[in-house]
């Protein structure tokens, strides 16, 4: 069974229309908590999202229907409103839950993230990076 989906970075940015650090943290986001969580991608799970309802924050979205296969076509990945970015993986089979923030340092370097150029610069460092120091989890 693959229990992860390799999305390849080109993949994404041709979905999504652009490459943002949004985008990439999404991306990367889901493939840890499947990784971590030993879910089956797809139906196996569902995605909770908090504070990514607008603009560039919501790109996140894109990033985690891509590296989850949870999508909205499916129902099985759903925003909420919220200050802070906060997404909660379930999976369907165990109900273990991982819920998954940004970091402190993740964010600070978001802040400048404010125009075209910076924005794809940083998410392509966010991209080579991995998961390692973007996010906290529990
Ligand atoms: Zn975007």
Redesign the pocket.
């Known amino acids: 069974m693959r229990r992860i989906l390799k999305i390849q970075l080109k993949t994404a940015i041709d979905f999504?229309?652009?490459l943002?650090p949004?985008?990439v943290l999404g991306l990367l986001m889901g493939e840890y908590a499947l990784k971590k969580m030993r879910a089956r991608p797809h139906f196996g799970l569902e995605v909770k999202v908090w504070g990514a309802k607008n603009?560039?924050k919501s790109?996140l979205i894109?990033g985690l229907q891509l590296s989850t296969g949870c999508t909205y076509g499916k129902g099985n990945i759903a925003k909420y409103g919220g200050k802070a970015i906060k997404v909660n993986f379930r999976d369907l089979k165990t109900t273990k839950e991982l819920t998954v923030f940004l970091s402190e340092e993740t964010l600070e370097r978001l802040k400048s993230a404010v125009d075209h150029l910076t924005s794809e610069k940083i998410a392509m460092e966010f991209y080579k990076k991995g998961v390692r120091s973007i996010f906290l989890s529990r």
Do not use: E, I, M
């Open positions: 999504h229309g652009h943002g949004y985008l603009k560039p790109c894109d």
